[in-house]
């Protein structure tokens, strides 16, 4: 039985969680690192990513996230693939280095240039179609050697992974969709055994 | 369908904006001290409402070049105030790009009898309310988010928690509804019967729920929290005390720590002096910004 966790500083946390429970799967909130041991893999929400590297960096959670995301699976949605990048360009913003890719911040502009479109996924192999939601995106400006894309909104990529770590920049629990969700719980079951 | 969309990026934007602060600012240095503080938002506004209370006389939308200024100086979401009805200052507000508009009772309303028709926007509109048929009525309208009115610039937290607890008590009774009560009940109401069975199906309203008015320490924004905010608007409390960048700092920790009550006493160790609250019996009724809008 798997655990999990769902970074709930703020953010959409309460949509992750939603996708859990839609998938019968065993979740919680974690806002300390005592709740963070206890799970087997961690989603970081969209959200701002300002407050959450303050909130985390302010309540010693920094190092504790950046640990686990070494060892176990992580998956960062929009603010959360800003947190766990390598780097962010045209901006002095600290990130957790847990994948190898560069991200811009809010690349597509302001709340008003906000989108739903259709974008291309390759989980498994076939390529599928899926609705992508982006609010205040940002976009994934260049991966490492090491990075797998697998979706892609027109040529930009939009969802990559490194081993243990998942980044998108748009938000499938804002849909009814449950494969990238489902595809990030076969990551966690793969890490345990 | 084009608008099931349109609507799905609105809310959208308000579920990011979950378990925030949201902090008033009136120039581009108190934006940033709020963007480092942790707020997850901004309202760009041009008097913070204890001074539009004080300044009487109408109170209308800021100055565009604040909100450029404002928009120019931080990366997160910058939200700014129209007059209910006043659906040309909310163009021009969408125009300027701002992320977010407050339709408010903070400032003098435009239209007496009817706020903006929100559909027709691109971009998310947030309203107040006093109890559950104001909160749908502004949903059926098109709002994406609402919050609880409080009595802004009062620094007297008893009026957002009279409406917090008359939406959530409302709610709750929608739920133990039959429903063929529920056409009696959105009329007692004043609200659609559609968005009444949604509430009641759902147990919650359909958009997120936020809080704002009188909010001054730590401990409000625990207690809103508590009571079911999703988020907490913080006005006049910050740049109203004595010294805003801590009080900014302890406030964001409250609001998501708020069940964490060792933190929120620790946070609010010496922060000096907070603002000065009025009692709502002392703000003559004409002057009571919650009392705008219906």
């Known amino acids: 039985m798997i655990t999990v966790g769902i970074l709930a500083l703020q953010g959409d946390f309460d949509r992750h969680q939603q996708k859990m429970a839609t998938l019968s799967v065993k979740s919680r909130l974690v806002r300390t690192a ?6 087997d893999g961690l989603i970081i929400p969209g959200g701002e990513s300002t407050t959450l590297i303050n909130l985390l960096k302010k ?8 640990r686990f995301g070494k060892t176990k699976p992580v998956y960062g949605t929009c603010a959360g693939c800003i947190l766990i990048a390598d780097s962010i360009v045209e901006m002095d913003q600290d990130s957790l280095h847990l994948i190898d890719i560069s991200v811009q911040r809010n690349a597509y502009g302001r709340q008003v240039d906000s989108f739903i479109d259709d974008v291309k996924v390759q989980l498994n192999g076939t390529l599928d179609s899926m609705e992508g939601v982006f609010i205040r995106a940002p976009k994934i400006v260049s991966i490492g050697a090491n990075v797998t894309p697998l979706a892609w909104h027109n040529d930009d990529i939009i969802l990559a992974e490194q081993a243990n770590i998942l980044a998108g920049t748009f938000h499938p629990e804002l849909t009814d969709d449950v494969r990238i969700h489902h595809y990030f719980l076969r990551k966690i079951q793969k890490s345990m055994y | 369908m084009q608008d099931a969309k349109a609507i799905k990026l609105k809310i959208g934007l308000a579920e990011m904006l979950k378990g925030g602060v949201i902090m008033d600012v009136t120039t581009a240095e108190q934006a940033k001290i709020a963007e480092d503080a942790g707020a997850v938002a901004v309202m760009a506004l041009e008097r913070i409402p204890a001074d539009i209370r004080a300044y009487g006389g109408v109170a209308r939308m800021s ?3 604040i909100i450029k200024a404002i928009q120019k100086a931080v990366s997160i979401p910058v939200m700014a105030k129209c007059r209910i009805g006043h659906f040309a200052e909310a163009q021009v507000l969408e125009a300027l790009g701002v992320d977010f508009i407050d339709e408010s009772e903070v400032l003098t309303p435009a239209d007496e009898a009817y706020h903006v028709n929100k559909w027709e926007f691109k971009v998310p509109f947030v309203c107040g309310c006093r109890n559950l048929g ?8 098109g709002a994406a988010m609402i919050r609880t009115k409080g009595e802004a610039g009062s620094g007297n937290i008893v009026e957002a928690v009279r409406h917090m607890r008359a939406v959530q008590s409302g709610i709750k009774r929608l739920t133990t509804l039959g429903d063929e009560e529920l056409v009696g009940e959105a009329k007692n109401l004043g609200a659609p019967v559609e968005v009444v069975r949604q509430v009641k199906k759902l147990g919650k309203l359909p958009v997120p729920n936020f809080s704002a008015g009188g909010v001054a320490t730590p401990a409000d924004a625990s207690l809103m929290m508590q009571l079911g905010a999703e988020t907490v608007f913080v006005g006049s409390g910050i740049f109203k005390s004595g010294d805003p ?6 406030i964001v920790s409250a609001t998501t720590h708020y069940m964490d009550f060792d933190l929120v006493a620790r946070v609010s160790e010496g922060l000096g002096e907070a603002m000065v609250g009025i009692e709502i019996e002392k703000i003559p009724a004409a002057d009571r910004m919650a009392e705008r809008g219906w």
């Open chain 1, 34 to 39: 005592v709740q963070l041991a206890q799970c």
């Open chain 1, 59 to 66: 309540h010693t959670m920094w190092d504790s996230v950046r």
């Open chain 2, 63 to 65: 100055d565009p070049a």
């Open chain 2, 134 to 141: 104001e909160a749908l009525r502004r949903i059926a309208e």
């Open chain 2, 245 to 250: 960048a801590k009080r900014a700092k302890a």
